[in-house]
């Protein structure tokens, strides 16, 4: 008995061990079964974000969403040295200028000469040299022509009718514009991303008021010419123009059929003034032809009202600093965000006052040019 009883012991103890081994077991695979399981949900959960890191980082590089999509740009890699470049033509780079004009493109050429010597006062000769030359391009003051095609009457005794010459089909087919127009303004429309009344501004106070401008010169020329008649007809027609425009500058004080009533008044005075009792005088019956033959393309546009009045000013003199942010991207520099304040503080006062954000400008840089002063914003009588 001695000999077995050990034996039966270490059996006992083995079978214990293995109960123990596999309940161990047991809950590891668990445990692993759970690991498994929250690392299948922490890679499905990676990969999602991964997903959307991707389409986040999308750009027009990578994409097909366009270059000014692209707000954020990640910034590019210094040079080396450490240094960044300076903005502007590099040392030891080619210079690349602006190709001139050739001769023949040019329509007008002023030649600025000298009296004397600039340093000794002494006589001068011409040189064999080449002059220098700075060209410059500018628009005419009319820079559109206005066409009135006539189909001219007939009369044939034999049908008893009258028979009027049929036009080109492309005029007819065109209508108000012609075709450089039409091409400029879906230029304008499909290039430049203006919208419909960003083209309007740009044909009623570019365009047309260029027109408008050179008429009213036309008038106060009349103011200096002799002639009694023709000093009362002038000042006649010019009274009645800033009637006309006195209407369009208090626009936003009157209703839209108030105005609307209002500016085909001050029309029609314009026109009576400038076609009735006209002197016998070369411009001022040359003046009232025009007005015979285009008076309603002079007043097409000025007496359109515009948009109709809105309760929100504030909003609608910031609403185009937003589109102008969203196209653009805004600006880099100091420079530039001055630039911006200005512009568009002219912007939203002009709009305001009624008044021709070109034509400012124009005046604007005619002014700095010449070394007189700027015109102003304040209101005439402030």
């Not at 929250?38 to 750009?59: F, G, P």
């Not at 008044?265 to 026109?271: C, G, K, N, P, T």
């Not at 991207?329 to 503080?345: D, F, L, N, P």
Request: aromatic share 6%; net charge positive; with cysteine.
């Amino acid at each position: 008995m001695c000999i077995f009883l050990p034996m039966k012991l270490r059996e006992t103890t083995s079978c214990l061990n293995c109960e123990h081994l596999t309940q161990r077991v047991a809950t590891l695979e668990d445990k692993l079964l759970q690991a498994m399981e929250r690392i299948a949900k922490v890679e499905e959960e990676n990969a999602r974000l991964q997903q959307q890191l991707a389409a986040a980082r999308k750009d027009s590089s990578t994409s097909s969403k366009p270059p000014s999509s692209d707000i954020v740009k990640p910034k590019k890699p210094l040079p080396k040295g450490g240094q960044k470049r300076k903005k502007g033509g590099q040392p030891g780079h080619e210079q690349h200028l602006r190709s001139p004009f050739p001769p023949e493109a040019v329509n007008h050429f002023e030649p600025h000469t000298l009296d004397c010597c600039p340093d000794c006062g002494g006589t001068l000769v011409l040189s064999r040299h080449e002059p220098e030359v700075l060209q410059q391009v500018e628009i005419t003051d009319t820079p559109t022509v206005v066409t009135e095609h006539q189909g001219v009457a007939y009369w044939c005794p034999h049908c008893r009718k009258v028979h009027y010459a049929p036009m080109p089909e492309m005029v007819v087919k065109a209508g108000l514009f012609g075709p450089r127009l039409t091409a400029l303004v879906a230029f304008m429309k499909g290039v430049c991303h203006a919208s419909f009344s960003t083209i309007r501004k740009f044909l009623r106070d570019v365009l047309v008021q260029f027109c408008m401008a050179h008429l009213i010169r036309d008038v106060k020329f009349l103011l200096t010419l002799p002639g009694r008649e023709v000093q009362a007809y002038g000042p006649r027609l010019r009274d009645a123009l800033r009637d006309l425009f006195g209407v369009i500058h208090r626009r936003e004080k009157m209703t839209a059929t108030g105005f609307q009533k209002a500016l085909e008044a001050a029309r029609e005075q314009v026109m009576k003034a400038a076609t009735t009792r006209v002197p016998d005088a070369k411009h001022a019956r040359n003046l009232a032809k025009r007005f015979r033959e285009n008076g309603e393309a002079y007043f097409r546009f000025i007496t359109t009202p515009g948009i109709g009045p809105t309760n929100n000013l504030a909003e609608q003199a910031i609403h185009f600093v937003v589109i102008d942010r969203h196209i653009t991207q805004g600006t880099r520099s100091e420079k530039g965000r001055r630039w911006c304040e200005r512009i568009w503080t002219v912007i939203a006062t002009c709009a305001q006052q009624g008044r021709a954000v070109f034509q400012f400008l124009l005046d604007s840089v005619q002014a700095h040019l010449c070394g007189t002063p700027p015109p102003s914003l304040l209101p005439s009588g402030s």
